[in-house]
């Protein structure tokens, strides 16, 4: 008896509940809580934030309103985006974007960073006349973009916005993002607040701490597409770097914490799974509460 045809059903079968299980996961949104206490808040400057990265224009619902109302259901009084909301292509989904965003804004203040992708269109010269309008719609009506700037979210809490340049994100020929170059990136730090760097890629965490700041937040690996050994390792990043050390989840070093999103939507690898993306909701407090 030939076992082949045994073993090309089985291979079948298998193939069809992953693909299944992928498709269902890339559908469904989860939300996951962070709390962080510091002896750096005052009384009365506790911070309620929802995170927000990789969306890659896709759609949860009509006009994304499942995610709307999921980050509605959170209750922040900031809303983070760290990054790659939109892809660079030929035919990039503004409007949607710009839908979002304006719904957004309704709920709280939004403060925008660039991830690879925003940093690719607003250089490259086929995306920019577009990207432009689509910044300067976000602005308009009250999005916050921080391109290595800082604001003051109260007494307390400051947030930055760190904008590398595009060549620490190759996928060959990878260099190191140098302490001395960040450090020019982000010299509005103020520095007795606790700071908030929405920094896009994790990769870089050991040159971030040296920063001085305290917590930054990243997305950029979706998770490692798929997660494996419960949950625990992820797999590869949109680099194609296999096992990436930071792909979700918070981390520390120093006196730093990192959270990494698994990120709202995929691109290139448009897989997931047990990988479901994520609504990021984080409390910033003081120790006592």
Known sequence: ??????????SSVLTAMLAAVA??????????????????IKSGDAVRAVLL???HERNYGDDNIKLIRRVKKASPDIILTAGDMITASEHPDYDSSIRLFRELRKIAPVYAAYGNHEKRMAEDVQYQKGF????????????CWLLNDSVQINQSVS?????I???????????FYPPMQMKQDLATIPGECFNIVLAHNPRFFSTYVQSGA?????GHYHGGAVRLFGGKVGVVSPQFRMFPKYSRGMYEKQDAKMIVSAGCGSHKVNLRINN?????????HGNLV
């Open 23 to 40: 498709g269902y996961e890339l559908k469904t949104l989860k939300t996951t809580y962070y709390d962080i206490r510091t002896s750096k």
């Open 1 to 10: 008896m030939k076992k082949w045809p045994i073993v090309v059903g089985i």
């Open 132 to 143: 432009r309008e689509y910044f300067h719609a976000l602005e308009d009506f009250g999005v």
């Open 53 to 55: 990265t990789d969306l």
């Open 165 to 175: 340049d595009r060549k620490y994100y190759k996928k060959i020929n990878r260099i």
């Open 214 to 218: 305290d917590l930054f937040l990243a």
């Open 159 to 163: 947030l930055s916005g760190l904008d």
């Open 276 to 284: 479901k993306p994520e609504v990021v909701v984080i409390d910033i």
